[in-house]
């Protein structure tokens, strides 16, 4: 009998870790969180980090967008970027 293969990381200890942001433009995925950091799904780079309602970039330092609820928007336009959904 095999064992029972390990939960993902977002049901583990039955606390929700991750979350994934999505595009507002195509609604796809395009990042996901541990903890407050924020890596891309296409490669798995560090992406960004989340802190005190902002999304800050982690090549750079500045801030991408700034939350409100569950999205994100631009700092410039104030236009909506990135919603979370949460698995």
């Known amino acids: 009998m095999r064992p029972a293969p390990a939960p993902p990381p977002s049901t583990r200890s039955g606390i929700s870790t991750r979350r994934f942001l999505c595009r507002v ?15 891309r799904c296409a490669d798995h780079s560090s992406y960004a980090h989340m802190r005190d309602g902002r999304l800050i970039s982690a090549r750079s330092g500045e801030p991408i967008a ?3 609820g569950s999205m994100f928007y631009d700092p410039d336009t104030h236009r909506p ?5 949460e698995h």
């Open 81 to 85: 970027l990135y919603y979370i959904n």
């Open 25 to 39: 433009e195509d609604h796809r995925v395009f990042a996901y969180t541990r903890g407050h950091d924020v890596y």
């Open 66 to 68: 700034y939350q409100i």
